[in-house]
C-alpha cells in the first residue's frame, strides 16, 4: 500500500487504555505491513491493531481518539498531527477499496431506470406501431381507409366518379400500380398533386388531367404515392400519430376516435409532398412500362432523368383516346 510505504518511518507517542476499565499506558505508534504497531517505551510490541478496523472515535483530553472494536473500550488517543493525518489518509484509502453495496444498488438502479426510459421512448412506440399494423386484417384497414377519405371529403368534397371514368380509371390502375389492392381515386384537394392513405387507397388531383394532355404525368403521380407507400406504410404512421396510450386502445376496442381520424387525414392532406427514393420509383417505372419524364418535370425530381427514360415507340398506350376523354370528364358532374 502506497500510504503505509509513505509512513513506514513515521514514528509518535500516545496514551492506549486495553479496556474499559484499564490504566492509560504512554506507547510508541508505528505502521507495520497492515497494522497499527502499539510498543511500549522499551521498544517491546504491546498489540497491534488492523488498519483496516481503527475507526475514528471522536476528541480526547489532549487529542484525538480512535478504537478498533465496536464498544469503543480499547481506544488510543494521539495529538501528533502528523501521525493524526497519516492514519486519516491510510483509512481513506482503505475505504475506498472496500465494496460498496449501497452505491452498487444505487448504479443498479440507475441502470434499470435510464434503460426503461430508453425502452419506452424509442423501442416501445416503434414496436407497439409495428405490432398494430401487422396484425390488421386487409379488411380493416380497408375500413380505417374509408373513414379517413370521409374525413378528408369535409375538406376536399367527395372523390369523382362516373361509370365511363370508372371504367378508365381501373385500365390507369392496372397500369400504372398493378397491385389489386390499391385503388386510385379522382379528386379535387387544391394544389396537391397525389396522396396515399391506409387501405390502399391513392388520390389523384382532378387537376393532372384537365391541365395536360399527358396521360403519363398521373400515372407518374400514381408511381410515386404507391412507392411512397411500400416505403413507409400509412398504417404506421397512423399508429405512430395515435400514441402508445391509443394505440393500446385501438387493440382492445378495434376502434379509433373520429377525431384522431380527423386530425390525422389533415396531417396527411396538408404535410409535406411523398419524396420515396430514386430506386423505388425507377424501378416502378420500368415494371409498368411507363415513361417518367413529364412527371420528373412537373415534380421537379431531376434524379429520375439520369437514366435515359422510354420513347414514344417503346411502350404501349396508357389509354385509348375515349378512356382518356372519359377520365379527364370525371369530376363533370
Known sequence: ?????????????GLWRESAHAQRKEVVISFGDSTLVLSDINNRPLTHWSLAAIKHGGSG???????????AEETLEIDDPTMIAAIAKIRAEIDARRPHPGRLRWFLGAFVLIAFVAFSVFWLPNALTRYAAGILPDSKAIEIGDDLLKSIRKTTGSACSTPAGERAL???EDRAIGAPSNRIRIISMGSRPSLHLPGGNILLNHRLATQSDDITL????AIMERAAQDENPPLLALFKSLGI???LSFLGTGTIETADLEEFADSRLFGPYAHPKTQTMLDLFTAAQIPRTSFAIHAKRPDLLETPDLQPEEYEPILNDNDWINLQEICST
Open 218 to 221: 398521373m400515372a407518374g403521380y
Open 1 to 13: 500500500m502506497t500510504a503505509i510505504k509513505e509512513f513506514e518511518r513515521l514514528e509518535s507517542l
Open 61 to 71: 483530553e489532549n487529542g484525538t481518539l480512535f478504537t478498533v472494536d465496536e464498544l
Open 170 to 172: 381501373r385500365r390507369l
Open 245 to 247: 396510450r391509443k394505440t
